[in-house]
């Protein structure tokens, strides 16, 4: 309702909703319009599901707000600033929404709010508009400071706080394979956080967030198959306060494989309900072969560095016995990985639509292959030019 808007404000019919032309994710909260638009589609999703008792509304990184004509004219005014600007829209929607389903309760990402004093929340009249989600997604999460920063929500009236961790995404933005090791690790690190709580915040849960994408404009993270360990091993932690041996067991009974750190096991079958698991099995196969040192490193050994550059193809200075041995090595790298690409291609048309399958190809193995595809066409071309039959 703030931020994270790409999927609505890269239409060129709500290009003037943005807060600067060139950020597609941040809505400029002077509009009525924009203010129209955003309760429009919160009441369609209260349509779809009339019986939920919490709504979260976003909120998180605001990108660029107060940097608009509008923003910078409203902040000239004495006693104005960014904080007040975002807590003013926020209070406004949240309002909107209070008006039309009075019972519902509204969650708010919470990262805007971090830098801002206790005086500043209490005084903005958010404090029983919303309740804020913290988000934390490291392996290494600090402790000391996410205890310290739920401390001062509760200074400023917000006692009813929730927290959300992750179980997928959050490690690199076109990340293939999911570790559930760091995932298990940030869900350790918030045992940790609540245990230190004092009794005066009211925990209401937890959100374990899978990512799909960083943004509505980046690439896909990892799928859901893959990632299904990692949920099952997250919510045992956080069911028994740890992830021994014996809780990995569970896991491992319900899905038939899980890999902790250098832990890993598996059963001989996997059980149907498992839904992805071949998917799964060959994304971790085909992902190690895409990033082996074998493939990623052949366009710069000795013999395409040394008498195949785009220096020997333009002059057609090339020996064809080095040249003959590059193409053949290279059809034999690309054989073996083209099998496993149309492995995954045909598991993955059973899950997923056309276009999903062509966008996980395009941006994760077209990028390695594409440079091995245009050296083997190479040699082919500078070979059968130099009349040797290929």
Known sequence: MFGHLEFVLKHKVFRDLREVDYCLGTLNPHHDRGVRLVQEMLKQVMKLHP???????????????????????????????????????????????????????????????????????KESGLVGLVQPMLWDYSP??????????????????????????????????HTCVTSTQRHV????????????????????????????????????????PVSLPSLASCLQTLLHGCFTEEVQKKVVKTLGTVEVGDLERSSSK?????????????????????????????????????????????????????????KTQAKMILDDVEIQVQEVRGEMCLLYSVSTVQEWMDQHVTPVLEPLRNLLRDTESVLNEMGFCT
């Open 140 to 173: 290494a999460l600090d402790v000391k400071n996410t205890v310290e920063l739920m401390e001062l929500y509760k200074s400023a009236g917000m006692s009813k706080q929730w927290v959300a961790s992750s179980f997928k995404g959050s490690t690199t933005v």
């Open 51 to 121: 019986k939920s008792t919490n709504l979260h509304i976003g909120a998180d990184e605001v990108y660029m707000l107060g940097l608009g004509d509008e923003s910078k004219q409203w902040l000239s005014a004495p006693g104005r600033s960014v904080h007040k600007l975002f807590l003013s829209h926020v209070i406004k929607v949240a309002k909107g929404i209070q008006k039309s389903v009075p019972n519902l309760k509204l969650i708010m990402w919470d990262d805007m709010l971090r830098s801002m004093t206790p005086e500043t929340i």
């Open 270 to 326: 996997m059980p149907s309900s498992f839904v992805g698991a071949k998917l799964a099995e060959l994304i971790v196969k085909l992902t190690s072969l895409l990033e082996s040192a074998e493939l990623r490193q052949f366009q710069n050994n000795m013999f395409v560095r040394g008498w195949f550059t785009p220096y020997h193809i333009q002059r057609r200075t090339v020996n064809p016995l080095i040249a003959q041995q590059i």
């Open 185 to 224: 690790d940030n869900h350790l690190q918030w045992l940790k956080v609540v245990s230190n709580l004092s009794a005066g915040i009211e925990l209401q849960g937890i959100a374990l967030t899978g990512w799909q994408r960083y943004d509505h404009l980046s690439v896909l993270c990892e799928l859901m």
